[in-house]
């Protein structure tokens, strides 16, 4: 036998198990974006590499996946090009198109290219595969989905608390238990403006992360080791300690951003949208099952994504130890990228993989996820598969996911196909059921067996 | 403002209406597979080169999309190779992976690949995009979604019954009129074996195929013009004047393939698949909404695809112009090509494009197909919006896909919104309404308004 053929490192095939679980991420996430309004678009797996090049940085540029020009993919490519290594030039001389990175550029590009068929406010979502030529590695592929939604055209914080509505609603429904961590761009501008140190503001949150692990004195330390002066040092000192509620978070804040308009404008965008959120979820939180998420005000959030302007989200599980599962933001200026400048958005996206991992571990999928078959017919012949097939036939009429096994093979093997396909009931119709016009129904589950007419066959597998 | 942007030729952007659409198509073919107990995989979108080169002829090689080589892709390539035209050859050192084709070539590999994991027969639909660098023409797409589902490892021709049964219940459901045509490899080489002609039976099926438009005496014309002797062109007659019921058509074939053991086997199968049909479809006709499908025996269907070896099959909608909307037909060896002989198989795929566009000439979209926004409420401010959030939170909670304008916008800019998006019910409280407790609904087909409560919207808008 030949060499078993294989997939690209760092893709994965999904069988019908995984699928079914995949299927049912997809569809919450997808009904409850309808839910609030959002509306579904797709994009070409191909982007012209011209709208994705420049878009993610020069590392990124390197990640995208580029497609080899058709026909004489060399013509008009000078020969001094041909040697050395193949450069990223050449490689964009050789390549018209490249796969697509993410969903936020081809869904600026989308807006961009059909501005005119486009009623403003927009709300799209988007649910499909993305590429990027990654080193695979535990928990990171090459092809993996993204599940994201945007709002454009509209600055209202509004916006923003639907979002964390929306993070909160496709949660409950999983049954996950997760906190929101919220923080605001404007506010790290505005720290980074206090203590003149506008180019360390990655350093100051990365440092602040640290405090439970590390203590007061080593995250003062390693500001210090960052080149961060020591009167800016001091200045930090009631935000590396910022505890409490939201609420003595934000009056924190406020006093030490006091001499920052960006800053305090901030702090207002973040109150609203954690006012809002508690108003709006505190009554709807009665009755409901599920878990219900809290929002906390995080300074040391930053998100790595340039582009964010506003308020910045991020989404943890509480009782799995696992990454960012969901997280987003506002950009001022997405299609500006593609000639189209002052549109506002804020998005959100769901980590489908790190989900489809948490619900796992923590076993929460529910039983009715399955897409299974509920019935086999056992095959005994030409003759009884004919007297079989009408009831198959009502059966799948009434609803039941049926089957006839094809060939009328061993007793033995046909029942070995029903355990191995995990199948909880199957039908059998030999000489003395077809004398009396019945099927004998086995419940695999049980062993319980019943001679009964083909119209009570789809009645009882149903109750 | 810069130049729009665009996406390469061939591909397309769905939009939230043509979405909708799809997503209902999509849904229709995956709910009827599962009902006759069809797993769903998906695979990756890349495959390895190898997988795919050498399976689809020397201008399917051609046509797959090849994805170049990350880092320095032209390592350990030889400088001469580099001159002159873009080889294939050259093309394949650049490139390791490729763009799936279609969904039968990744399929035999996963089970080739999984075979351990696998419980035989296995019934698997994969619903997914595949790429071909085509010449774009109008209804030809480089980017377009296959719908197959194939049984591997069984013989039985109970599967062609049953791929025949989904297709008739797929397009009830759709509600298209449609002719499933059937034919059988077996027989077009028992003809070709009793003529003596074996490499003939591609312009013999052609040249018979166009009776009706040319008549007889040019069919014999063309027969003979494509260097078929003038005996065996006699010895064709009764199959090119072939009429009559498929009882009688088959009876015809029976006298003229007696002699060709291979033929009448076909003839069997053709038989056999024909009466299970009639038998299963009968009954359960009675009673159903929609169309009702045709099963006809046509020797002039063909079918381009090598690798068939039985019965083939091939749907045409009744109402509309259009080419063939379905197909499929059982293989032999399809996973021989990666080192596993022996395995038969059987499988159709439903032309989504085409029956998109079939739907949209006969206007058969259900109305519930729209999954677009029910309900927006208008906001007048903060005030008027933070009244209104939870009524937003309870209608949703009620199941109606509800929106709040994000904005306090000018009144007029909302009711544009509402109507650009064909929303149908408009929410309104202003300091009236609030004084009151309760809203102003508007129905924005009738143009009536009514002031309720909160908790009555949501009936209102279900009833």
Known sequence: MAQKPSIPKGTRDFGPAEMARRNYIFDTIRSVYALYGFRQIETPAMENLSTLMGKYGEEGDKLLFKILNSGDFLRGIDANELSGEGSPKLAAQLCEKGLRYDLTVPFARYVVQHREEL????????????????????????????????????????????????????????????????????????????????????????????????????????????????????????????????????????????????????????????????????????????????????????????????????????DVEIGSITGGGRYDNLTGIFGMPGLSGVGISFGADRIYDVLNQLDLYPKEVSTATQLLFVNFGEAEAAYALPAVAACRQAGIRTEIYPDAAKMKKQMQYANAREIPFVALAGESEMAEGKFTLKNMTTGEQQLISASEIARIIQS
Chains 1, 2 share one sequence.
């Open 119 to 318: 009623t403003l406010p927009f709300r799209r979502f988007q649910i499909q595969p993305v590429w990027r030529a990654d080193r695979p590695q535990k928990g990171r592929y090459r092809e993996f989905y993204q599940c994201d939604a945007d709002v454009v055209g509209s600055d209202s914080l509004l916006n923003e608390v639907e979002l964390m509505q929306i993070v909160d609603e496709v949660f409950r429904r999983f049954g996950i238990r997760v906190c929101i961590k919220i923080n605001n761009r404007k506010i790290l501008t505005g720290i980074a403006e206090i203590i003149g140190q506008a180019d360390k503001i990655v350093d100051i949150t990365v440092a602040i992360d640290k405090l439970d692990k590390i203590g007061l004195d080593n995250v003062n330390a390693e500001l210090a080791e960052a080149g961060i002066p020591a009167d800016a040092i001091e200045k930090l000192q009631p935000i590396i300690q910022l505890s409490g509620s939201n609420a003595d978070k934000l009056a924190t804040m406020r006093a030490v951003l006091k001499d920052s308009e960006i800053g305090l404008k901030g702090i207002d965008e973040v109150e609203f949208v954690l006012n809002q959120f508690a108003a709006v979820t505190a009554p709807s939180l009665q009755g409901r099952a599920g878990g219900g998420s809290s929002l906390e005000f995080d300074l040391t959030l930053a998100r790595g994504l340039n582009y964010y302007t506003g308020c910045i989200f991020e989404v943890k599980a509480l």
